[in-house]
T-cell receptor, first 115, second 119 residues
Framework: DTEVTQTPKHLVMGMTNKKSLKCEQH?????MYWYKQKAKKPPELMFV???????INESVPSRFSPECPNSSLLNLHLHALQPEDSALYLC??????????????FGPGTRLLVL | AQTVTQSQPEMSVQEAETVTLSCTYD???????LFWYKQPPSRQMILVIR??????QNATENRFSVNFQKAAKSFSLKISDSQLGDAAMYFC????????????????FGKGTKLSVKP
């Protein structure tokens, strides 16, 4: 089973709203990732968690707040977003990132529209 | 810094024919991994094939195979017997095999090639 699930599939929010994106995997992976993808562009890495601890933050604005409550779940809390934050948000997971060459498995994404 | 280049923004192939998508990369490292991901209109990123740089043998996965030329830093994807379901954006990606630290373990993506399959 190489399934990563994400909810919701679509999200529309105003700039003053607070919302959360959720990601779940049951492959025993201990590394999880958030990517942002704009239309017709490759994914851009936002955050990496390893063993439920944040290991990379690619200079992402503080209006994005990640959380990894356990080894299977990854959340992305959104607050006071801007219209330019509208994008597809992809979650991925892999085996522990201290090993080499782990394949990342992606979820279907959440399409976010900020009005 | 490593870079990945996909020089073909769009490609088209007739159903049942063969098509090759090109990818070149730049790195000073000798040990790394290369991937092809497929992203159909549903937007889910699906792994197509993976290649370890230390392996000379080209990876294959059913109708998908790669031509890995390490010296030339080239990693092309060949799709045989193309099917309508192969229509998608294809991304080539690089990942360092260094022990993880900072951004060295990140996936570095090319800009993608949009493949259309004609019936």
């Amino acid at each position: 089973d190489t399934e990563v699930t994400q909810t919701p599939k679509h999200l529309v929010m105003g700039m003053t709203n607070k919302k959360s994106l959720k990601c779940e995997q049951h492959m025993g992976h201990r590394a999880m990732y958030w990517y942002k993808q704009k239309a017709k562009k490759p994914p851009e890495l936002m955050f990496v968690y390893s063993y439920e601890k944040l290991s990379i933050n690619e200079s992402v604005p503080s209006r994005f707040s990640p959380e990894c409550p356990n080894s299977s779940l990854l959340n992305l809390h959104l607050h006071a977003l801007q219209p330019e934050d509208s994008a597809l948000y992809l979650c991925a997971s892999s085996q522990v990132i201290t090993r080499t060459g782990e394949t990342q498995y992606f979820g279907p994404g959440t399409r976010l529209l900020v009005l | 810094a490593q870079t990945v280049t996909q020089s073909q923004p769009e490609m088209s192939v007739q159903e049942a024919e063969t098509v090759t998508l090109s990818c070149t990369y730049d790195t000073s490292e000798s040990d790394y991994y290369l991937f092809w991901y497929k992203q159909p209109p549903s937007r889910q990123m699906i792994l197509v094939i993976r290649q370890e740089a230390y392996k000379q043998q080209n990876a294959t996965e059913n109708r998908f195979s790669v031509n890995f030329q390490k010296a030339a830093k080239s990693f092309s994807l060949k799709i045989s017997d193309s099917q309508l379901g192969d229509a998608a954006m294809y991304f080539c990606a690089y990942r360092s095999a260094r022990r993880y630290g900072g951004s060295q373990g990140n996936l570095i993506f090319g800009k993608g090639t949009k493949l259309s399959v004609k019936p």
